[in-house]
């Protein structure tokens, strides 16, 4: 169902900011970020029905950080936030693999592009109540967090990009990034889910093993 | 061999450029003017469009920065692309707007752990982009942040693609910017600091490269504003001339 990019945004925590704050303002980000920080998750990234994760043998580990993905309907341009989801066509959990790293200050596309960086559960129909995202690893629960946690919630997210660039209708928008977000390595299968939301489970394989 | 995505009938169809330019054959092999075409940037759907910053010495120089060890890589996507003869909008608040014309490659292939001595046999074409910058809006967060380089209609793209045997070395190109006539970019492609067979090479090295893909390569120095009205034209020796107009938004 997406036709147009993956579109995620990082520093939306607002624990992980309050935790930034100083460095935000020292070299090299010198102002605390204004507009939202967004990056892109090409299509070689897109993993659906389960596909597992390849993983190279330089990567330890990985952080799988699992949010909420949006599926525009509509485009949105200029919107405001109350327009928001009359444009959101569906949604499903996701987990946005990368390559940790500490720094903001460039594009982190080596660490966050790379084939199945972006596993996908089934859309389901959008709704605006959405229950905290738990992380299972091996089973165990490894992380929970609540949406409440966003610095600029969902409709102010959109709105707000919507003002310089529109999230054309067929693009997915990502909601998010716990700042501490679990981590996991090769041979372990994740699974996403929250209620009211179809589940996601992935495993991560030495690449080898995956391709 | 040239070919442009325009828009025929309702419909974006890829005609084949004749007679030096000044005409299109359609897919079913009517002719017409090219002065009559609606040009689209000629993107295929869902690729993905990886671009350069700092990959020419003398524009990372007049920026204040040093050449990166690595490529300063980002992405772009969507709404972004406009075609030949388009209107790129500048914001009201915009007074530091500038063009940046960059060769772009497109991928043929796919390509996965390329060596640099192999990568060019997986670039099927290039294009040309004017890839604005607006720098008020500039951040140190993913930087380029894409409310700088990903907002509507601010990457025209085309006016074709122009196959890569055509066009040989890509690394052996002049390429200008001219806005209103006159030049205020005159590069060469041979001072990029990663050349396109190194940028597969990186690329490919950590993810894999489909067929469709483009990545655009950089700009040399030359930093000018531009104001609505301003007509601004891109051209790369072997490839073509990208016309652009800016406008108010």
Redesign the interface.
């Given at each position: 169902m997406i036709?147009?990019?993956a579109?995620g945004v990082?520093?939306n925590d607002a624990r992980q900011r309050e935790r930034l704050a100083e460095a935000f303002c020292a070299p090299?980000?010198?102002?605390p970020?204004?507009?939202p920080?967004?990056?892109?998750k090409?299509?070689?990234c897109f993993r659906f029905g389960g596909a597992p994760v390849p993983l190279?043998p330089e990567l330890a580990e990985v952080e799988v950080a699992a949010t909420l993905g949006l599926l525009l309907a509509r485009d949105l341009?200029a919107a405001e936030p109350a327009d928001v989801w009359a444009s959101v066509g569906a949604m499903c959990l996701a987990i946005d693999v990368c390559e940790p790293h500490d720094s903001?200050?460039?594009?982190?596309?080596?660490q966050r592009?790379?084939?199945g960086f972006l596993p996908l559960g089934p859309f389901t129909a959008s709704s605006p109540q959405v229950g905290e995202i738990i992380t299972d690893i091996d089973g165990g629960e490894a992380h929970r967090w609540s949406l409440d946690r966003l610095h600029r919630p969902i409709e102010t997210l959109a709105a707000e990009i919507s003002a310089?660039?529109?999230l054309?209708a067929g693009?997915l928008l990502l909601v998010g990034l716990a700042g501490d977000a679990p981590r996991a390595r090769a041979g372990q299968t994740v699974t996403v889910r929250a209620r009211g939301l179809p589940s996601l489970t992935t495993r991560l394989e030495a690449e080898s093993e995956a391709t | 061999m040239k070919r442009a995505r325009i828009a025929w009938e309702g419909r974006p169809v890829w005609a084949q450029v004749i007679e030096d330019g000044a005409a299109l054959r359609l897919p079913h092999g009517a002719r017409i003017d090219a002065a009559s075409a609606d040009w689209l940037a000629p993107t295929t759907p869902g690729a993905t469009a990886f671009a350069l910053g700092l990959n020419y010495a003398d524009h990372s120089a007049e920026l204040g920065f040093r050449a990166p060890q690595t490529p300063l890589v980002f992405l772009k996507a969507g709404a972004t692309f406009t075609g030949h003869k388009g209107t790129t909008p500048i914001p009201e608040d915009a007074r530091q707007m500038h063009p940046e014309c960059e060769l772009v490659a497109v991928i043929g292939k796919p390509a996965k752990r390329v060596s640099r001595a192999d990568a060019l046999d997986y670039v099927s074409g290039y294009t040309i982009a004017c890839d604005y910058a607006i720098r008020e809006y500039l951040e140190n967060y993913y930087r380029p942040n894409l409310r700088v380089k990903n907002r509507d209609g601010t990457t025209p793209l085309g006016p074709w693609i122009v196959d890569a045997a055509d066009v040989g070395d890509p690394q052996a190109l002049a390429l200008t910017t001219r806005v209103n006539g006159v030049e205020v970019q005159a590069g060469t492609t041979a001072d990029m600091v990663f050349g396109v067979a190194a940028l597969i090479e990186h690329l490919s090295e950590f993810m894999t490269l489909a067929p469709g893909d483009m990545i655009l390569t950089g700009t040399p120095h030359g930093v000018h504003f531009v104001a609505a009205g301003d007509e601004v034209v891109c051209e790369i020796e072997k490839v073509g001339r990208l016309v652009n107009r800016v406008a108010t938004a």
């Open positions: 036709s147009g990019a579109y990082v520093l090299p980000y010198r102002a970020p204004k507009a920080v967004l990056y892109i090409p299509r070689n190279p341009a903001f200050y460039r594009p982190a596309v080596r592009c790379r084939d310089f660039m529109t054309c693009d | -």
